[in-house]
């Protein structure tokens, strides 16, 4: 017997938004994000904050002028969320 899965809400897809920008959910349970994600604004506008401020912090651990340690905080905060 297959898990069933509620109908995607906004707090189940804020819960699991990480995983979902992280690609680490299975193809179902991402397809169900998306959908929601196209039908609600909302959603839709934090999820893309979360994409970007990742990829600022990305680009910036990459960056040769910050210090190592400060590297390691960013890219220790980023893995928390």
Sequence with gaps: ???ERKTMDCERAL???SQYLDRELDAGASAEIAQHLAECRECFSLSEFERRLRSL???ACESATIPPAI???LTDLVESF
């Design 1 to 3: 017997m297959g898990r």
């Design 15 to 17: 819960q699991e938004l």
């Design 57 to 59: 912090v990305r680009r």
């Design 71 to 73: 590297r390691q905080r």
